[in-house]
């Protein structure tokens, strides 16, 4: 029989990994709630007219990544981003009549059919945020700065922070127009792709990897020329507020990003480039003041990004030790082996981490097991040592043992004494 295997590009998350994981959900919710946020969970499958409404139907993500199927008569797909099932649940769920402003954060798994590499996978995890009803250069300047922050702690010691502008409508509008003008001349060389999106979607060519689209991009009238009086006047003032908070950024004059639901800002954060090849983009994000309403709600402004948590790993790459067993309860004979596992459950409800070996093997054989889970502490039970009382108490990391009364250890971990006596200076021998 063939051994089953995960799919292409869904990985497993191995105990050895997994605090490294940890470690930054739980970075990114402290720094989140300290910036105000709130956290949300959405469903991972929606219908999957939201994603082509939201991200836009002529979007590499839409047109090719998604995975999506028929269940009965509803049309469903496992969500590629975070942002659109967060827009249909504040609309669903009325958020925005509770306060003008809300501030939510979120973290799960996301699915994109993409070729992968390292950082690029087919289920991945993003960390994201979304603002909703703020239209003001200063949110986006807060949310930048509590990016970094969020980076900065984590060890992403250099965030080098991107930032453009896609405009509001009528700019898009008016640069469509320009790009159209630029690209047509050149549309021999370009690939079958961008020869239909120049009629459909022409800005999408700008994030084109094609080397004849690359090439004939070459040049192209940057967005930030012809950004109208609002636009600019949002983007000048974020711009002033980032140096005021002293946060580093630099503009790049053709950024665009995947996904069509972009107006005015828009930021890219890279960091750590070399251990992360091409998919080197750490987070991503940038203001979406139509999307709300083109959901079906009020006109809400709102800002958001998502950052990819696998790619935060690989770029804060450090050796996260697992969380070290407190003490190993290693035990004897069928009597004693009850007596451990009462014991066990015991110092477990007073916070204590223990593993209880009930394998029935050799004392050196379970001894052995606790060095390597790292225990603290070991305490050796056989029949004697539970009609006595009195069971062992070895320090593994001092390599002491003393005898130590069965009925006091409750009380000794509660206490946070379960240490053997200063005066154990017996040698561990096993
Ligand atoms: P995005 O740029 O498509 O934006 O994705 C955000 C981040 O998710 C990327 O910068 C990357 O770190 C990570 N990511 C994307 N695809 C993959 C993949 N296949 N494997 C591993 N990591 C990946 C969004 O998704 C928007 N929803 C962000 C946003 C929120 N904009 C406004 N609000």
Redesign the pocket.
């Known amino acids: 029989m063939t051994t089953l295997r995960s799919v292409k590009g869904m990985k497993d998350y191995l105990p050895k990994e997994v605090p490294a994981y940890r470690r930054i959900e739980e970075a990114f919710a402290r720094v989140m709630q300290r910036s105000g946020f709130r956290e949300m969970r959405t469903p991972i499958v929606e219908p999957t007219a939201l994603f082509v409404r939201a991200i836009g139907e002529v979007t590499d993500v839409v047109e090719k990544e998604m995975y999506s199927f028929q269940h009965h008569d509803e049309a469903l797909t496992l969500r590629p ?3 659109a099932g967060v827009v249909r649940a504040y609309l669903q769920n009325n958020l925005g009549n509770d306060e003008p402003v809300t501030k939510v954060f979120y973290q799960g798994a996301m699915f ?1 059919a ?1 070729r992968t590499q390292r ?3 087919r289920q ?1 995890h ?1 960390l ?1 945020a ?1 603002v909703f009803g703020d239209p003001s250069p200063a949110a986006d300047a807060d949310l930048l700065a509590t990016l970094v922050v969020f980076l900065r702690e984590i060890g992403v010691s250099s965030p080098e922070v991107i930032l453009g502008s896609i405009g509001g409508k009528a700019t898009r509008a008016a640069f469509r127009e320009s790009l159209v003008d630029f690209l047509t001349p050149k549309l021999e060389t370009m690939s079958e792709e961008s020869k239909r999106r120049i009629l459909t979607n022409p800005l999408r060519i700008l994030d084109s990897k094609h080397p004849g689209d690359r090439a004939a991009c070459e040049g192209a009238p940057s967005i930030l020329d012809v950004l109208d009086a609002d636009d600019q006047t949002h983007f000048d003032a974020l711009r002033r507020y980032l140096d005021a908070l002293a946060v580093p950024y630099r503009v790049d004059r053709g950024l665009v ?3 069509d639901y972009y107006s005015r800002t828009l930021f890219e954060i890279k960091g750590a480039t070399e251990k992360l090849g091409a998919g080197d ?6 203001r ?1 003041d139509g999307l709300v309403e083109e959901l079906g709600g009020r006109a809400t402004p709102a800002i ?5 948590l ?2 935060l790993v690989i770029a804060t790459e450090e050796n996260v030790a697992p969380p070290r067993i407190d003490v190993f309860v290693a035990s004897l004979g069928e009597g004693a082996v009850a007596r451990a596992l009462a014991l066990s459950n015991e110092l477990r409800s007073h916070g204590i981490s223990v593993e209880c070996d009930g394998r029935g093997a050799s004392i050196k054989a379970q001894l052995r097991r606790a060095n390597a889970v790292d225990a603290r502490f070991a305490i050796v039970l056989g029949d004697r040592e539970v009609s006595d009382g009195v069971a062992e108490l070895k320090d593994l990391a001092a390599r002491t043992a003393a005898p130590f009364p069965l009925a006091e250890m409750a009380a000794a971990a509660k206490a946070g004494l379960l240490r053997p006596p200063a005066d154990a200076d017996q040698a561990v021998s096993s």
């Open positions: 981003e975070g942002t994109r993409e950082g690029r996978y991945f993003q994201g979304e990003r995947g996904l983009t750490l987070l991503g994000g940038g979406y958001g990004f998502a950052a990819g696998e790619r």
